[in-house]
């Protein structure tokens, strides 16, 4: 007789149960696994609100160990594919890179032997300033430069005074210059370092954080423009749109590596708040779509009269609304159509063209006459670099082209002075110019005259649909163009230091490959090099067209925090490979600090 194994003398009925049971618990876990999302929840909620609006209240960060983040973006791919390097594009890479990094040394050895601690260095007297509350800001503001030149050392010698800042200080900050400079700088040298002392960065962004919150507490949730965090006084309800609305990639960071999702919060309610504006609301005259005049009024929310642009007091409020789409993987659409609706209104009612160039102007929008006016800023020229990957991102090939026509311009401002160096600020005669379109881009008037309305239809695409695929081996600079007298005039004639264009020149070397834009950089560094170098640092110039055999004689003693924590690291990064703080990998905030891509766990409220 076969001996019975001990399965067999289980009951047939039993033993179909038990097989059952089995194949409910795989299929439960597969389940649970595929739908589980770290505690999160996807769930559609209904509400009396657009639908595509996100729900700050439900925002729930995801923690990570900062270094380690690696994941498939939803977004189309920014950067571009570059062609091998020969060796001798590579040593010519590299003794740039060397040259730039040199120079960032020079500047913060300065820093360090006379202003340590202390906000700025005076690089002709080699005194101290302390515009941004004595807190050390070019300490902070060099953190993530030296990180990404692989100055480790130096890195290390920071960390103690990081931990010794004392961010209490009876002092009237600026909450944008405090977000951005000292917040943003903090939280990038947290994710860029893996130092076993770098919790000590978190540490201090979150108690600058936490003294600011205070400044939050307004009718309309707009931060007091500078504020006390000792005495919780404010200088004045005025703020700006720029100083309101640039607080948001550095306060999604932080509640993502806090857990504590109150600074999200408060800054998706600005952007809510701008999202929500009643434009009639506007006394003095009319506000384009997406566009919001200079200045707010924080207690009673509304827009004081002032005009729309996208250089002082207005640019870094629409540059971050296409980064916080980059930031956060496209999640929230009320980003990236804020963003479109912006540009939209700038290339319809503010961008203008040279007659008989490629270049393009884009001059500040008098909201009272509902005209552009004639004059433009250096802070204007990081649109190009913004235009160029929302173009990438958003599908929307017009916008690189625009991009390229405004750097132009800015380019233009370096190569025609005698310092190679730009003005702050110019203005170009409004009599000149015609208004942007896309059709006569690069005409003469005459020439725009001859083509009639039944032209555009006959021409076919655009000359601005058309983007060129450039000879990425072609570094020959054409010669600099020559406007007319009179076109071009200068009214600020300072150079400051300043790093829009260098960062425009970065963005669009990364997008399209095209060298030409390193070799305009490298001509700006060779004119910083010159007439902006002393012994202790680098200085401001008083006239970019006077051309003196001794430079010390135009230089102002004045060394801004942002020539290392911006024109020195775009500079670096123009002439660094590609996977150097990848576009597809890192957001840069307004004051070049890298702050990582991530896929945030957040739930979201659908309104309808």
């Known amino acids: 007789m076969p001996q019975q194994t001990l399965i067999s003398k289980i009951p047939p009925r039993w033993r179909a149960a038990s097989v059952i049971f089995i194949c409910f618990l795989v299929i439960l876990s597969t389940y649970h696994y595929k739908h589980s999302n770290d505690g999160t929840s996807t769930r559609r909620q209904?509400?009396?609100?657009?639908?595509?609006?996100?729900?700050?209240?439900?925002?729930?960060?995801?923690?990570?160990?900062?270094?380690?983040?690696?994941?498939?973006?939803?977004?189309?791919?920014?950067?571009?594919?570059?062609?091998?390097?020969?060796?001798?594009?590579?040593?010519?890479?590299?003794?740039?890179?060397?040259?730039?990094?040199?120079?960032?040394?020079?500047?913060?050895?300065?820093?360090?032997?006379?202003?340590?601690?202390?906000?700025?260095?005076?690089?002709?007297?080699?005194?101290?300033?302390?515009?941004?509350g004595g807190m050390g800001a070019t300490m902070i503001d060099s953190l993530s430069t030296m990180l990404i030149m692989d100055l480790d050392q130096e890195f290390e010698q920071v960390l103690p005074l990081v931990n010794q800042l004392n961010v209490h200080v009876n002092e009237s900050l600026s909450v944008f210059e405090t977000t951005i400079r000292y917040i943003g700088g903090l939280l990038s040298a947290y994710e860029l370092s893996n130092h076993s002392d770098r919790d000590i960065l978190l540490k201090k962004a979150e108690e600058l954080a936490i003294a600011l919150l205070p400044a939050f507490n307004t009718p309309s949730g707009i931060p007091y423009y500078k504020f006390n965090p000792i005495t919780l006084d404010y200088e004045t309800y005025r703020t700006y749109l720029a100083d309101a609305a640039t607080i948001q990639l550095e306060f999604l960071t932080l509640s993502h590596h806090t857990n504590n999702p109150i600074y999200a919060e408060k800054a998706q309610a600005i952007t809510d708040f701008l999202d929500t504006y009643k434009r009639s609301d506007y006394k003095h005259g009319t506000i384009p779509p997406g566009l919001f005049p200079n200045e707010i009024n924080v207690k009673t929310g509304t827009f004081l009269f002032s005009p729309i642009g996208?250089?002082?007091?207005?640019?870094?409020?629409?540059?971050?609304?296409?980064?916080?789409?980059?930031?956060?993987?496209?999640?929230?659409?009320?980003?990236?159509?804020?963003?479109?609706?912006?540009?939209?209104?700038?290339?319809t009612k503010m961008l203008v063209q040279i007659p008989g160039t490629k270049m393009l102007h884009l001059p500040t929008f008098d909201?009272?006459?509902?005209?552009?006016?004639?004059?433009?800023?250096?802070?204007?020229?990081?649109?190009?670099?913004?235009?160029?990957?929302?173009?990438?991102?958003?599908?929307?090939?017009?916008?690189?082209?625009?991009?390229?026509?405004?750097?132009?311009?800015?380019?233009?401002?370096?190569?025609?002075?005698?310092?190679?160096?730009?003005?702050?600020?110019?203005?170009?005669?409004?009599?000149?110019?015609?208004?942007?379109?896309?059709?006569?881009?690069?005409?003469?008037?005459?020439?725009?005259?001859?083509?009639?309305?039944?032209?555009?239809?006959?021409?076919?695409?655009?000359?601005?649909?058309?983007?060129?695929?450039?000879?990425?081996?072609?570094?020959?600079?054409?010669?600099?163009?020559?406007?007319?007298?009179?076109?071009?005039?200068?009214?600020?004639?300072?150079?400051?230091?300043?790093?829009?264009?260098?960062?425009?020149?970065?963005?669009?070397?990364?997008?399209?490959?095209?060298?030409?834009y390193q070799e305009y950089g490298w001509e700006i560094y060779q004119g910083i090099e010159r007439y902006c170098k002393t012994g202790s640092g680098y200085a401001s110039v008083k006239n970019v067209h006077s051309h003196k055999k001794r430079p010390f004689m135009n230089q102002i003693d004045s060394m801004e925090t942002f020539l290392l924590a911006e024109t020195f690291k775009y500079l670096y990064l123009l002439?660094?490979?590609?996977?150097?703080?990848?576009?597809?990998?890192?957001?840069?905030?307004?004051?070049?600090?890298p702050l990582k891509r991530r896929p945030f766990k957040a739930q979201f409220n659908i309104r309808h």
């Open 46 to 132: 209904k509400s009396t609100q657009p639908e595509d609006k996100y729900s700050a209240t439900s925002f729930k960060p995801k923690q990570d160990s900062g270094n380690e983040i690696h994941f498939q973006s939803q977004l189309p791919k920014i950067q571009t594919t570059f062609d091998v390097e020969t060796e001798e594009e590579r040593q010519i890479q590299e003794s740039r890179r060397n040259a730039v990094k040199e120079s960032f040394i020079h500047a913060w050895s300065g820093y360090k032997a006379y202003a340590m601690g202390a906000d700025e260095l005076k690089p002709l007297s080699n005194k101290t300033n302390n515009p941004f």
């Open 575 to 593: 002439f660094s490979p590609p996977n150097v703080i990848s576009l597809d990998e890192f957001v840069l905030n307004t004051e070049a600090h």
């Open 367 to 516: 909201t009272k006459r509902g005209k552009v006016e004639d004059n433009m800023d250096h802070l204007t020229c990081f649109v190009p670099g913004m235009l160029a990957m929302g173009s990438k991102l958003l599908n929307r090939p017009e916008d690189l082209n625009i991009a390229k026509g405004i750097l132009d311009t800015c380019v233009y401002m370096y190569r025609s002075s005698n310092t190679n160096l730009s003005p702050d600020a110019w203005i170009i005669d409004n009599n000149e110019f015609m208004p942007y379109n896309k059709y006569t881009f690069g005409k003469t008037k005459e020439e725009a005259s001859k083509l009639g309305p039944w032209w555009n239809k006959l021409t076919g695409p655009a000359i601005m649909d058309q983007i060129e695929v450039p000879n990425t081996r072609n570094r020959t600079l054409e010669a600099v163009a020559k406007l007319p007298l009179g076109w071009v005039v200068t009214n600020d004639a300072r150079y400051l230091l300043r790093p829009e264009t260098l960062e425009s020149l970065f963005v669009l070397y990364r997008i399209t490959g095209d060298p030409r």
């Open 310 to 347: 996208f250089g002082a007091m207005g640019d870094s409020a629409y540059e971050y609304f296409l980064k916080e789409h980059i930031f956060t993987d496209g999640q929230v659409p009320q980003y990236s159509r804020m963003y479109t609706k912006a540009i939209d209104s700038m290339k």
